[in-house]
């Protein structure tokens, strides 16, 4: 049997799964950005928040609208602690100044992509939601072997993911322009130093794919 990456998918084994698009992350009132005064603000993330808006939201909007039509299960990870204190967090998180208490409006999926009915909520404390939540013990109970990412950062938790994913058996397939970083050369670095690890499409080509299943 030949082995590949570039397998397409098959929705009753398949999950898409999004990566910290929540309003702690991806919203300009969010916790890492509130402080900031505006021009500070639009220095260091404008253009992302440029890119978020009119291009990789509406392609994860459509993704997951896609996803939801063909019946793959739809499934969000988003950086949130589960103390108030943080006091559960991983080292790297305190450390870096990260915490989003339990139950808080930032820890919520951001209304663009708000889940719906029983999709699945991982909290995650750490870089790498396979670390740090119990999503791989779901996924196997689900069935499901094939894993789309979408989300942000781009190379910092996406990248997590990918590899730990791909480390525990799962195929994966990143969505190139579904996911975002706070620069275009951060971004392009990092999915060549990821596709040795996944296939990567873009949103009309798995929308495509998706359609062509239907078919």
């Not at 990789?56 to 609208?65: C, D, F, G």
């Not at 799962?170 to 060549?192: E, G, K, P, W």
Request: charge should be negative; charged fraction near 20%.
């Amino acid at each position: 049997m030949t082995l590949s990456r570039d397998i397409a998918l098959v929705p009753d084994q398949s999950a898409l799964l999004f990566i910290d698009v929540q309003n702690f992350a991806a919203h300009r009132q969010g916790a890492e950005f509130k402080d900031l005064g505006e021009e500070s603000f639009q220095q260091q993330y404008g253009w992302f928040f440029e890119q978020m808006r009119e291009r990789v939201i509406p392609n994860m909007q459509r993704l997951q609208a896609g996803c939801r039509s063909s019946n793959i299960e739809v499934l969000y990870t988003t950086i949130e602690s589960l103390t108030l204190d943080g006091r559960d967090r991983s080292l790297d998180y305190k450390i870096t100044g990260f915490n989003v208490p339990k139950g808080s409006w930032d820890g919520k999926v951001i209304d663009e992509l708000v889940p719906i009915g029983d999709e699945i909520v991982f909290p995650k404390s750490s870089s790498s939601v396979f670390v740090s939540t119990h999503i791989d013990y779901v996924l196997r109970n689900m069935g499901v072997k094939q894993l789309v990412i979408s989300g942000i950062i781009t190379d910092q938790c996406v990248e997590s993911a990918i590899r730990d994913a791909c480390d525990l058996g799962y195929l994966v397939t990143q969505v190139t322009d579904a996911c975002m970083t706070y620069s275009q050369s951060r971004h392009d670095n990092s999915l060549a130093t990821i596709k040795g690890y996944c296939r990567q499409v873009t949103t009309d080509l798995l929308l495509a794919e998706l359609a062509q299943l239907e078919q």
